[in-house]
T-cell receptor
Framework: KAGVTQTPRYLIKTRGQQVTLSCSPI?????VSWYQQTPGQGLQFLFE???????NKGNFPGRFSGRQFSNSRSEMNVSTLELGDSALYLC????????????FGEGSRLTVL | AQRVTQPEKLLSVFKGAPVELKCNYS??????LFWYVQYSRQRLQLLLR??SRESIKGFTADLNKGETSFHLKKPFAQEEDSAMYYC??????????FGEGTQLTVNP
């Protein structure tokens, strides 16, 4: 099976812009979660989707949003970008039967100038 | 609130030496703990989980609820073990709380 695929891999934006990141989970996985990774804060949970419904949300402002489509693909959006949003955004998928193992993508590296 | 602490950001050992990566957690519920590893230029991947009580690549980790710890151990480190290791606590669904990570370097 193909692994978790994230696009784009790299992108540069300026403050105030918005960005949309995409994630295609492993075939058959219906749970998708997003994490932000920064040198200062480490890996932090953003949100989780299952069957197009948000199940969990981390402690991030409302500028961070996401959605999941019927084919389990997911997108996350960050509006009104700030310099501090520069990070590696990781997507992970999970099989419902899994005892907790997450399969991570390679990430989308966002730089905000 | 849940918290995972990995006190060592960097750990360096020689090949063949024992290695222990420390992880302590704080959680009011029944913990489910994992070790994830990221090798150079590879994606983050699961190494082992406490529920399975398994040994993967020679690594083991025992959950000690009294000390709220989940240290990762290997009796004889290999150069290919050099990587970033993250301890993670599952709180619900796919929500993991990660520690800050320990960069392990195994010197020849």
């Amino acid at each position: 099976k193909a692994g978790v695929t994230q696009t784009p891999r790299y992108l540069i934006k300026t403050r105030g812009q918005q960005v949309t990141l995409s994630c295609s989970p492993i075939s058959g996985h219906r749970s998708v979660s997003w994490y932000q990774q920064t040198p200062g804060q480490g890996l932090q949970f953003l949100f989780e989707y299952f069957s197009e419904t948000q199940r969990n949300k981390g402690n991030f402002p409302g500028r961070f949003s996401g959605r999941q489509f019927s084919n389990s693909r997911s997108e996350m959006n960050v509006s009104t970008l700030e310099l501090g949003d520069s990070a590696l955004y990781l997507c992970a998928s999970k099989d419902r039967a899994s005892t907790g193992e997450l399969f991570f993508g390679e990430g989308s590296r966002l730089t905000v100038l | 609130a849940q918290r995972v602490t990995q006190p060592e950001k960097l750990l360096s050992v020689f090949k063949g030496a024992p290695v222990e990566l420390k992880c302590n957690y704080s959680y009011s519920g029944s913990p489910e703990l994992f070790w994830y590893v990221q090798y150079s230029r590879q994606r983050l991947q699961l190494l082992l989980r406490h529920i399975s009580r398994e040994s993967i690549k020679g690594f083991t980790a025992d959950l000690n609820k009294g000390e709220t710890s989940f240290h990762l151990k290997k009796p004889f480190a290999q150069e290919e073990d050099s990587a970033m290791y993250y301890c993670a606590l599952k709180t619900s669904g796919s929500r993991l709380t990660f520690g800050e990570g320990t960069q392990l370097t195994v010197n020849p």
